[in-house]
């Protein structure tokens, strides 16, 4: 079934792309395409046309789909890549899909939400917005987008990153005639089929990433005291709801980041100032932190992030249950370092976010939820002939090498990149080094 479309407009970066903002209709369901749509939002971008031309819109390029990280989240607009020069010079046009419920595409939130009526049937409809309803809407589009190529060039490339590298290997599971290569960034997914096993890895790099951020960071053993014994003494509240200490310990999801560790010792340093001098915390500060968590803008990313992990067997809270069992993450000034925890959804989060208080019920739901259907295909991804090109991080906090190298083993004809010297958002903050290895992947032959 293609997506149609509905509208396009285009308009020039100047000087360097021509852009078009897309938008399509797929059903929410394609089991039962009777039940309603979904608008879907895009931006293709393509190389401006030379100094005689406007652009290039006739030409049939070859397209590479961007598959974003998550779930939740919407792309940024193309120009915001830093890698997309790469991409445009290698003869593609790029497509940034806003994955259903994110970005502009049909976006999720507690409202929107709430027209569906009972958490029940809330719940019932967030089962549609996982890996395999995205890739159902990328071969949907992609018939609409080639109907007038040659058959011979109907076939395109996408790139993962993290979670879109996830929606990658699901794409190889489940439809890998729609794919000329896939390009995946820290995105090999653990072929598992509830949480548990992924978390009892990922706590285990996010206790290295602790003990290395007091390493660099000494003095904020005692800052982060400070601060956690102020917001237990306190009422703190910010844009999207109150400033706890399990909120303030979430800010560690960006360990694995480049820059990471110094973008939070500036969120400390400021908060312990604040507290030095005026003995509570100011505005700025508060606001500060508040955006460095963002799930009240993301719903999908908290309510459906244990969900990727899901085939057959029910979440039960796993990173929630990681956590109490693990006293290393207890907040407890009386320790000799209180830690930082990472990329996992706590029960705590739908009290502390105002936005995702609202649909808590349906949040226990999904928790609850043992009929996930199966994402990934072992036995199709053992024979698989797409030409697969990954970049793999051995230190990658959210992606545990470990699961990533038993994917890697069961896709057939995989080629890697693997590297110590980079990190999950290499993508982005290392974009030309990517680029290039994962192209040198594609390009170099092996005898």
Same mark, same amino acid.
């Given at each position: ?5 509905v ?17 399509f209709d ?13 608008? $879907?939002?895009?931006?293709?971008v393509r190389?401006?046309?030379?100094p ?32 997309i ?5 290698k ?21 929107? $939400? ?26 949907a ?7 007038? /190529? ?6 395109w ?13 699901t ?10 290569e896939?390009?995946?960034c820290?995105g090999l997914?653990p ?14 790099k ?12 000494p003095?904020?053993?005692?800052r ?20 706890t200490?399990?909120?303030f310990?979430?800010?560690g ?8 560790f110094?973008?939070i ?17 100011t ?28 085939q ?6 796993s ?10 993450f ?10 930082f925890?990472?990329?996992m ?7 502390? /976010? ?7 019920e ?27 090109y990954?970049? &793999?991080?051995?230190?990658?906090? /959210?992606?545990?090498?470990?699961h ?6 069961n896709?057939k004809?995989?080629k890697?990149f693997?590297?110590? &010297? ?10 030309d080094e990517?680029?290039?290895q ?10």
């Open positions: 079934m293609a997506a149609k479309l509208d396009k407009k285009l308009y020039n970066v100047p000087g360097k792309l021509r852009i078009g903002e897309l938008l797929v059903p929410i369901n394609y089991s039962r395409p009777n039940d309603g749509n979904l608008r $879907l939002f895009a931006r293709s190389r401006l046309g030379g005689f031309e406007t652009s290039n819109d006739d030409k049939q390029l070859p397209w590479l789909v961007y598959l974003q990280g998550g779930p939740g989240y919407g792309c940024r607009p193309p120009q915001e890549n830093g890698w020069g790469t991409a445009l010079d003869g593609y046009q790029v497509l940034f899909l806003d994955q259903r419920g994110t970005g502009l595409s049909s976006t999720i939130t507690a409202r929107t $939400l709430a027209l569906k009526g009972s958490a029940i049937k809330q719940a019932e409809y967030l089962k549609n917005f996982r890996a395999d309803n995205i890739v159902r809407d990328c071969e589009i992609r018939r609409c987008l080639t109907v007038d /190529y040659p058959e011979d060039k109907r076939k490339s996408i790139i993962g990153q993290s979670f879109g590298g996830f929606c990658a290997v794409y190889l599971s489940k439809f890998p005639e729609g794919l000329a896939a390009f995946i820290g997914p072929l598992v089929n509830k949480p548990d096993p992924v978390y009892a890895r990922t706590y285990e996010l206790e290295e990433r602790n003990k290395a951020y007091y390493s660099k960071f003095e904020d053993v005692e982060v005291k400070k601060i956690v014994q102020h917001l237990k003494e306190n009422e703190v509240s910010v844009p999207s709801g109150k400033l200490p399990e909120r310990q979430q800010l999801i960006v360990f694995g980041m480049h820059g990471g110094d973008s010792h500036e969120l400390v340093l400021r908060a312990w100032n604040d507290l030095e001098i005026f003995g509570f915390l505005h700025p500060t508060r606001t500060s932190i508040d955006s460095a968590g963002g799930f009240d803008n993301n719903v999908i990313y908290a309510i459906l992030h244990e969900a990727i992990y899901c057959g067997q029910a979440s039960n809270w990173a929630n249950r990681f956590r109490s069992a693990n006293a290393n207890h907040i407890d000034t009386d320790k000799p370092e209180i830690w925890t990472g990329e959804i706590y029960k705590d989060m739908f009290d502390s /976010y105002s936005e995702l208080n609202e649909i808590k349906a949040a226990d739901i999904l928790a609850t939820t043992t009929d996930w259907p199966e994402l990934y295909d072992e036995a199709q991804l053992a024979k698989n002939e797409v030409p697969v990954a970049a &793999t991080y051995v230190d990658d906090m /959210y992606v545990h090498f470990s990533a190298s038993k994917t890697a083993a896709i004809g995989i890697q693997i590297t110590n &010297t980079m990190y999950h958002n290499a993508l982005r903050a290392k974009s990517v680029m290039q994962l192209f040198a992947l594609r390009e170099d032959t092996i005898d």
